[in-house]
T-cell receptor
């Protein structure tokens, strides 16, 4: 059974650029949630995908968007990057949308926006 | 507006003693509370949870206490071990407005250091 993996590990972008982060769910999991963890803060919920559709969203602007594929892997896309987007981006997979205590997190992607 | 607060950024204890990590919340709609542990360069790992209708849950060395009237929960680790040194996040879950999923709200975390 493979765990949650994320790529890339680190990324450096400049303001105004676009970025795509990737996440592979734990085997058998059909739900992916994305979180942003700024320095010194706890993870903050961005959105959740279930069966390839967005299924709940936190307080993030529309330039944060996502996709979930038939194999349940997922992408997080951020357009028009801002300096404040610099953070650790975590994805978490679970089986179903109601198992909040069964979310398994990946190691994260560290994004730096210059 | 922080709905989940961990007011102690760090805590240092001696090996074998008790570690007590605290968490306060403001949202009465939270129905489940969770503790996650995070090592550097790894994602958070689920540790223990408690339903809002209970006041205590125990799992080995870890016990979580919930005081709903005070909107306060705590994680007790007894005895503490050097391998417990990590950042501990308190999190709370609630059903979203559409009723389609639970989302987690995290505190800022507490860095626990257990000294040998």
């Amino acid at each position: 059974e493979t765990g949650v993996t994320q790529s890339p590990t680190h990324l450096i972008k400049t303001r105004g650029q676009q970025v795509t982060l990737r996440c592979s769910s734990q085997s058998g999991h059909n739900t992916v949630s994305w979180y942003q963890q700024a320095l010194g803060q706890g993870p903050q919920f961005i959105f959740q995908y279930y069966r390839e559709e967005e299924n709940g969203r936190g307080n993030f602007p529309p330039r944060f968007s996502g996709l979930q594929f038939p194999n349940y892997s997922s992408e997080l896309n951020v357009n028009a990057l801002e300096l404040d987007d610099s953070a650790l981006y975590l994805c978490a997979s679970s089986l179903g949308t109601f198992n909040s205590n069964e979310q398994f997190f990946g190691p994260g992607t560290r994004l730096t926006v210059l | 507006d922080q709905q989940v607060k961990q007011n102690s950024p760090s805590l240092s204890v001696q090996e074998g003693r008790i570690s007590i990590l605290n968490c306060d919340y403001t949202n009465s709609m939270f129905d489940y509370f969770l503790w996650y542990k995070k090592y550097p360069a790894e994602g958070p790992t689920f540790l223990i949870s408690i339903s809002s209708i209970k006041d205590k849950n125990e799992d080995g060395r870890f016990t979580v206490f919930l005081n709903k009237s005070a909107k306060h929960l705590s994680l007790h680790i007894v005895p503490s071990q050097p391998g417990d040194s990590a950042v501990y996040f308190c999190a709370a879950s609630e059903l979203n407005s559409g009723g389609s999923n639970y989302k987690l709200t995290f505190g800022k975390g507490t860095l626990l250091t257990v000294n040998p």
